[in-house]
């Protein structure tokens, strides 16, 4: 930050020296004097200082900044509802409904002034109030409703200002005589998907949540480091179409695909594998804080798992994904396959450096022979949810799959926390690495130019004359 601030201070003096040019040619009274010259470079110090420092934050803290996916369970569904009826005479709410038309109109005298400041400094001012034509708003119907789905991570709004299933009979009667119709876009009913939801929290089979989260990674932010996941294979098995894109996309609310079905390899139905996947990550990430990406690969076309499975992590942590890449709290299980039924066998990583050995060994040692199905790998946790103090307490069931075993076994996951110091975790002595790309730099200096000519500006502009002034009069 020390050369941010030099090259800050050079510029700085540099739009000085040209403003004071550029006045001085025009007026006399802007020549500076030996007293008046340190109290600028003191506010010129200043400037430079604490606009350097806020923009190297800044500039860290997003270089810091990822994004994550937590799981979580849905809880509860809830509705919103909002009872609409035509503003008054003179405007005004409609309770807060949201789909309407204009009716009659109405004026409204509006009070208003225009002024301007003439040469000289002196303010002259005109009244401009006028009439204005306004309309009264009228919603379409009697009742509109907000359907929410309550979750463990937060509330998700699935439909916002629905009208109801049967809109015609809740039309509202404005005061005059013309009523407009529906428009066709507009939505009515009842979302399906609330529904569905409502069905499983009903059945006590709560439906898996997916949500992006920020995060702080250290590793990944920091520009020179050997804790950087690298592989010289990567672009080998690109070239052979065996290394997938992580997938980033959150669908349906707070759904995301995360297997891989990579090469000739066919899974079935893959519907089926990606909700199973959901809810294994729901309840991983609600109890572990983890999120699992399963890769199912063609085991002939992997000459060494090891290998590809390090490629794999690699391209996914690389500078492709951005601030997607995979997170620390990401476990990657690749599984090959000779059939599409068995497990030939499983390879594992994280998206940290270190931790979770023992969980990754389980996984190289006891899924071979599994069968290559959801229930088999995966199992089908479901979630008992109870509302606690600081939040919800949840218990899992039915959590029998061979992965789940392992994963939530006695090696079970643990997330690595990247502030905590001790030798297997602990990475904030990375952030001195950390520096802003050449582009934040810029714009900092940029910020600088632009924040020291309105300095230099008002100094000689006001500054200058008005001290001047006031010692020429003691």
């Known amino acids: 930050m020390i050369s941010l601030i030099i090259y800050g201070l050079i510029i700085a003096s540099v739009v000085g020296g040209i403003i004071f040019g550029a006045m001085f040619l025009l007026k006399d009274e802007f020549k500076l004097t ?28 997003n270089n810091l900044t990822y994004h994550e ?57 005109h009244d401009t109030s006028h009439w204005e034509t306004r309309y009264r708003q009228i919603p379409y119907t009697s009742i509109e409703t907000s359907y929410i789905v309550n979750t463990t991570l937060g509330d998700f709004t699935i439909g916002s ?36 939801a409502k069905a499983r929290i009903a059945s006590g ?11 702080q990674n250290y590793i990944l932010a ?10 010289p294979w990567i672009a080998k098995f690109q070239k052979e179409n065996l290394l997938p894109d992580i997938n980033h996309s959150v669908y349906d609310f707070y759904y995301l695909n995360r297997v891989y079905a990579v090469g000739s390899v066919n899974l ?20 572990l804080q983890g999120n699992l990406y399963l890769v199912v690969v063609p085991a002939s076309a992997i000459s060494d798992p090891h290998q590809y499975v390090m490629s794999l992590a690699a391209y996914w942590q690389s ?43 389980d996984i190289q040692n006891e899924l071979k022979g599994v069968a290559l199905t959801p229930q088999a790998l995966l199992g089908n946790p479901t979630a008992s949810i109870s509302q606690a103090k600081t939040g919800y307490t949840i218990g899992l069931k039915n959590n029998d ?15 690595v926390h990247m502030g905590k110091s001790s030798p297997t975790s602990g990475y904030m002595y990375l952030k001195g690495q950390i520096v802003p790309t050449f582009w934040q730099q810029f714009w900092i200096l940029f910020t600088i130019t632009i924040l020291s000519g309105i300095a230099w500006g008002i100094a000689f502009g006001y500054g200058v004359p008005a001290y001047q002034n006031y010692r020429n009069k003691r």
């Not at 789909?99 to 109109?105: E, I, Q, V």
């Not at 005059?176 to 399906?192: C, K, Q």
Request: proline share 5%; net charge neutral.
């Open 34 to 61: 030996t007293k008046e010259i340190p109290i600028l470079a003191g506010v010129l110090i200043v400037l430079v200082i604490v606009t350097s420092a806020i923009g190297y934050r800044v500039a860290v803290n």
């Open 69 to 125: 996916f937590w799981g979580g369970f849905e809880v509860n569904v809830s509705q919103q509802v909002y009872y609409c009826h035509e503003s008054n005479t003179d405007g005004g709410s409609t309770g807060g409904c949201a789909h309407y038309y204009n009716g009659d109109s109405y004026q409204v005298w509006v009070q208003s002034e225009s002024c301007h400041t003439d040469k000289k400094g002196r303010e002259h001012c």
């Open 161 to 196: 200002h629905w009208l109801p299933s049967d809109p015609q009979a809740y039309r509202v009667e404005p005061r005059h005589s013309w009523m407009e119709s529906i428009p066709s876009d507009l939505p009515y009913g009842i979302p399906s998907f609330w529904l569905g």
């Open 205 to 215: 089979n709560p439906g898996p949540v997916t949500v992006e989260k920020n995060y």
């Open 222 to 231: 920091s520009q020179d480091t050997i804790l950087h996941k690298y592989s």
């Open 268 to 287: 079935g139905d893959v519907n089926a594998w990606q909700a199973s996947m959901n809810k294994f990550d729901a309840a991983m990430g609600a109890t």
């Open 319 to 361: 500078k492709k994904f951005g601030k997607y890449a995979l997170s620390k709290n990401g476990v990657i299980v690749v599984v090959g396959t000779n059939n599409n039924k068995t497990v030939a066998w499983a390879v594992a990583t994280t998206g940290m450096p270190g931790g979770n050995a023992m969980m990754l060994l």
């Open 401 to 415: 799959g061979a992965l789940a075993k392992i994963i939530f076994g006695p090696d079970a996951f643990k997330r």
